[in-house]
């Protein structure tokens, strides 16, 4: 049984985390009574987030995202590498278990903001971190990402309402364009990702998800979980 990852993407306060949690619930609506599929699907669907999805993870989120690590700078090679460690173990102790035992993982960022902030953002090289990312993820990719574009002035003043700022929402304005154009490229490439128009209320931007997760539940249905 295999299950499916699906991964929320872009710039701050795009509003993944309300959209994860909106999605779950319709999720699990469908498979009491859905409209538009031929069987009934029995889903466990989990969200998680990266950094931060297991124990240690949240060991090095405290780290990667607090303003005064000790007062001392965190060299952006260092930042890499802890990115990719909490990915790892991420991958190891969560996703690759529940993917494995069929369920819908939903996850609040992944290897497309290694590609966006590390590589982009801070300009380090683009080829060595998808190396990196192939080490931690041990291949493992995402089925469907869904990318929420936002207004980078909107997705700030959002994050700032709030309330607290972290290490990486106070870079300056040229870095959030950066990670930006890198999720721009990344969709160019990759027909798995799907742009979201994330400028909208709530209510739309879940329209437009839900629109795509029909397309996909249709034709994922014969591989999940029956009831
Ligand atoms: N990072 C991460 C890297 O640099 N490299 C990596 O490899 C990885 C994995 C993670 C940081 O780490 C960086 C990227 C990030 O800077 P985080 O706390 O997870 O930090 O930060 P974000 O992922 O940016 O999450 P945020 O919590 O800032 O934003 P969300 O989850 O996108 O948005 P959400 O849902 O919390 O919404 C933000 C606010 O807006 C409101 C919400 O109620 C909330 O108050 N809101 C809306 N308001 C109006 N209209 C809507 N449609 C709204 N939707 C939500």
Partial sequence: MKGKLIVFEGGEGGGKTTQIQLLRDWL?????????????????????????????????????????????????????????????????????????????????????????????????DLELIQQLNHIATGGLNSDLTFWLDIDINIGLARAKNRGKIDRMEQADMRFHQLVKKGYQELAKTNNLIVRIDANMTREKVQEQIQEIMEQKLKEWVDILPNK
């Fill in 28 to 124: 699990l609506k469908q498979q009491q009574s859905s409209p538009f599929l031929s069987k009934s699907i029995d889903l466990e669907v989990i969200i998680t987030r990266e950094p931060g999805g297991t124990k240690l993870g949240q060991a090095l989120r405290g780290l990667l995202l607090d303003t005064n690590v000790s007062g001392e700078q965190i060299h952006e090679r260092a930042e890499l590498l802890l990115y990719a460690a909490d990915r790892a173990q991420h991958i190891e102790a969560l996703i690759k278990p529940l993917i494995e035992r069929g369920a819908i993982v939903l996850c609040d960022r992944f290897t497309d903001s290694t590609i966006a902030y590390q590589g982009y953002g801070r300009g380090l």
